[in-house]
């Protein structure tokens, strides 16, 4: 019966964690439904809802917003930060989701690891600028409105789903996106 009430109370504390935005100390990223998300950069911060400067790849984590000058700086960081209590959103999504600027996946490049809540692309000035993508380990939902609003996208968005044009009709349109 005691194992029972402790975990009664494991699972309250999580979802207490969850709903507080913390777990065991650390800061879960929330999904920004606000203007401002500012993001570390070069040893300072960053508001991305005024633009990117010259970062060129943003990771939306339970670590909160971090940007990188280039592709191997942010594989250096994955690399160290991967893991238990590191870069994993609370429900496990062993892998993001990749959004790219361009066409076979160039340009700046948003990784989002935040899962069950829309996320506004116009908060990380990603808003109508996606070509290509990678979908992590979750499936996804994007729309072309805020919020989920809008149109559905009707392409891959199933786990692993790996697109390098996104087509015409949906080509810098996706306003916003949900990870399952």
């Known amino acids: 019966m005691r194992s029972v009430d402790?975990?009664?109370?494991?699972?309250?504390?999580i979802v207490a964690g969850a709903l507080l935005g913390t777990?065991?100390?650390?800061?879960?990223?929330?999904?920004s439904t606000g203007s401002d998300v500012m993001?570390?950069?070069?040893?300072?911060?960053?508001?991305l809802s005024q633009g990117w400067g010259t970062a060129t790849v943003c990771a939306v984590s339970n670590?909160?917003?971090?940007?990188?000058?280039?592709?191997?700086?942010?594989?250096?960081?994955?690399?160290?930060?991967?893991?238990l209590g590191g870069v994993q959103p609370l429900i496990n999504c062993?892998?993001?989701?990749?959004?790219?600027?361009?066409?076979?996946?160039?340009?700046?490049?948003?990784?989002?690891?935040?899962?069950?809540?829309?996320?506004?692309?116009?908060?990380?000035?990603f808003s109508d600028e996606v070509s290509s993508y990678k979908v992590g380990a979750?499936?996804?939902s994007m729309t072309d409105g805020q919020n989920g609003s809008g149109n559905v996208y009707p392409g891959a968005t199933s786990a692993g789903s790996d697109v390098s044009w996104i087509g015409t009709a949906w080509n810098d349109r996706v306003q916003s996106v949900y990870i399952y």
């Open 6 to 13: 402790r975990l009664g109370q494991f699972v309250a504390l």
């Open 39 to 47: 993001a570390t950069y070069n040893g300072g911060t960053i508001d």
């Open 94 to 125: 062993s892998s993001g989701l990749q959004l790219y600027q361009n066409v076979s996946y160039g340009g700046n490049e948003l990784v989002l690891f935040q899962k069950a809540a829309w996320i506004n692309l116009s908060s990380y000035s």
């Open 63 to 83: 670590y909160g917003t971090n940007c990188f000058a280039n592709k191997s700086d942010y594989e250096s960081w994955i690399s160290i930060n991967t893991g």
């Open 23 to 31: 777990i065991g100390g650390v800061s879960i990223a929330s999904a």
């Open 138 to 140: 979750c499936s996804i």
